[in-house]
């Protein structure tokens, strides 16, 4: 006889909703296909009013990604072309692609050991490499908001722009605001398994600065002025879907509570593997991620106990030949990449499946 094959817990569940959050995903599909516009109009206007209600934000701009949300963050705030901006050397590389896709040049900061992310002493140290620095890039990794306490202050001092990458952290806090409300801009991404997502891809960003606002809604759409005619260099097309606006206005009401299943099931594991390295914890629980030196052996494990797992991420920036940064080295950035290893940790997991993963933590052994 076989062994009996375990149940897998996904490391993802991005297609599992609440009955009540299904409905009104499902009406609002239903309205959008049935009385259009399928471009624009007021489903885009009335996401975009909802969400900046939600953040405590002056302006927000949908567009397509939280690729194009970054690009249109450093084009909105005219960063000028060919400017260096800082990046963080371990975010998955999102933030080097669009500094690149901006047509400027991304240099990447080491990360802090306790945090992955970098802090003042890692930046100061890519600034001093990067003279024609105009802007910095910070991310609220995993949920987990940046030290901008530290940040903020000194990126003043340096005379940088702050962009916040909030692609993984709608509706965590830092000193009682909403991230993205604290920089020049905040990019959100609304990719299917983001704390908020989309049923497809879809983005927005957030600006204080109304001219900054209104030149991103320009360059979403041609960098046109008046209509047919371009204004603005460095436009493209990246208009948020209808279709998707009206699944995010349907789902924004159930992201606060959604967020507290989350950092509950993050708070569990923490709880149940007091010997596990977990890192951060402290926002909205995007990730659960456990750093060790003995990740081959764990993910083994979790293998064996039917429990899916994901590394974010695997490479450092500097180590990616197609991401094309300049500085560092990024030492910590490196080692981190060889150490991460993500849990199921999303609103939707069920009790039984949160406990197999405590059950399968409290049965490791580190060496
Ligand atoms: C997902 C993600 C992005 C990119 O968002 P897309 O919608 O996939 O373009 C950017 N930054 C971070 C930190 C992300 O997690």
Redesign the pocket.
Known sequence: MSPAVPATVPAATPTRMSEAERAAVDEALRRVAADGPWIGGPEVTAFEDAFAAYLGAAHVVGCA??????VLALTGLDVPAGAEVLVPGH??G??AT?VRLAGLVPVVADVDAATAAPDVATLDSAASRAPDACAVIV???HGDPADLTSIDPWRRQRGLLLIE?C??AHGAEHGGRKVGTIGDAG?F???PT?NLGAIG???AVVFRDPDAAARARSLAQYGWGERYRIERARGRNSRLDPLQAAVLRARLPFLDSRNSRRAEVLAGYIRAAPGLDFLGGTGVA?HAVVRTDDRNRLAAHLTRAGIGHDIHYPFAVADMPGAGVTGGPTPEARRLAGQVLSLPCTPELRDDERDAVIGALTAWSPR
């Not at 990604?65 to 970054?70: F, H, V």
């Open positions: 990604s939280g690729t194009d949300a970054l975010d998955g999102y933030a669009a991310t609220h990794l990458d692609a993984q990019a991404s609304f990719y983001k891809d879809a983005g995007h």
